[in-house]
T-cell receptor, first 115, second 109 residues
Framework: NAGVTQTPKFRILKIGQSMTLQCTQD?????MYWYRQDPGMGLKLIYY???????DKGEVPNGYNVSRSTTEDFPLRLELAAPSQTSVYFC??????????????FGPGTRLTVL | KNQVEQSPQSLIILEGKNCTLQ??????????LRWYKQDTGRGPVSLTI?????NTKSNGRYTATLDADTKQSSLHITASQLSDSASYIC????????FGAGTRLTVKP
């Protein structure tokens, strides 16, 4: 199993551009999550999904959108990139049960810089 | 104010030495507490999990303790190795997951 994979690994955007961060998991996990990690700060939840077709906001959703059309994929969309969105983005997944209780498996991250 | 505070922010030790990392939290209600290891450029990986009723949990050279009364946890690393160089993140689960900022550990030869 590849686990959780994310693409791209690195990206530089100009202010106002848009992009989609891809996340795929092959563990048949129902729950998937998007986090951002800023220097010196703990990971912050952006959005999460408890199954295909179901998404919900986390702590810092502004400026982002998500969709979940399949169990495997959970893309994160940035519509109008801003310098404040410069961060490292992690996708994670976990098995069915209580959200945020079971172990989360993380992808390798996408480092995004907005200039 | 972050509900999960870790100390120290960074730590340098010599290979073979022991160290202890601290985590204080104010998250309530409390479901479980995990310690994750995050290597540079990688995603976090779970080391241990403890529920409210557990005091100690070991995973090889890693031993986590939990005092739910004082809302404190520690991660003790025994006989450190160069591969232990990483960030160690304390994560408290309640209605969501609250992440500490991590302790950056460097093990030098």
């Amino acid at each position: 199993n590849a686990g959780v994979t994310q693409t791209p690994k690195f990206r530089i955007l100009k202010i106002g551009q848009s992009m989609t961060l891809q996340c795929t998991q092959d563990m048949n996990h129902n729950y998937m999550y998007w986090y951002r990690q800023d220097p010196g700060m703990g990971l912050k939840l952006i959005y999460y999904s408890v199954g295909a077709g179901i998404t919900d906001k986390g702590e810092v959703p502004n400026g982002y959108n998500v969709s979940r059309s399949t169990t495997e994929d959970f893309p994160l969309r940035l519509e109008l990139a801003a310098p404040s969105q410069t961060s490292v983005y992690f996708c994670a997944s976990s098995t069915t049960g209580i959200p945020f209780y079971n172990e989360q498996f993380f992808g390798p991250g996408t480092r995004l810089t907005v200039l | 104010k972050n509900q999960v505070e870790q100390s120290p922010q960074s730590l340098i030790i010599l290979e073979g030495k022991n160290c202890t990392l601290q985590c204080n939290y104010t998250v309530s209600p409390f479901s479980n507490l995990r310690w994750y290891k995050q290597d540079t450029g990688r995603g976090p990986v779970s080391l241990t999990i403890m529920t409210f009723s557990e005091n100690t949990k070991s995973n090889g050279r890693y031993t986590a303790t939990l005092d739910a009364d004082t809302k404190q946890s520690s991660l003790h690393i025994t006989a450190s190795q160069l591969s232990d160089s990483a960030s160690y993140i304390c994560v408290v689960s309640a209605n969501d997951m609250r992440f500490g900022a991590g302790t950056r550990l460097t093990v030098k030869p």
